[in-house]
């Protein structure tokens, strides 16, 4: 298992528009190998994979699909919960 030095958890409900230029942040960091992003899908009716395909190269990044809108303190405990 890997150990990262910072989790970003990005809770995400229809966010497409903004999702990109999220990634794109996190990526110009000095060491986005040491990096990992969840995006915690509060049930969205957007699809993500396209955009985190372009990015999956360069930093790693997991999505976790909330099975009901919770809102996004329960999208954030959840990616949390998946932090390693």
Do not use: H, W
């Not at 958890?9 to 110009?28: K, Q």
């Amino acid at each position: 298992m890997n150990k990262y030095f910072l989790t970003i958890v990005i809770p995400a409900y229809n966010c497409r528009s903004t999702l990109t230029n999220a990634l794109a942040s996190i990526v110009m960091q000095r060491d986005c190998n040491e990096i990992e992003v969840i995006i915690a899908d509060d049930c969205s009716t957007e699809d993500y994979t396209d955009i985190i395909s372009r990015f999956n190269s360069i930093i790693n990044i997991k999505l976790v699909r909330l099975d009901k809108n919770s809102g996004p303190g329960v999208a954030r405990q959840v990616g949390i919960d998946n932090a390693t």
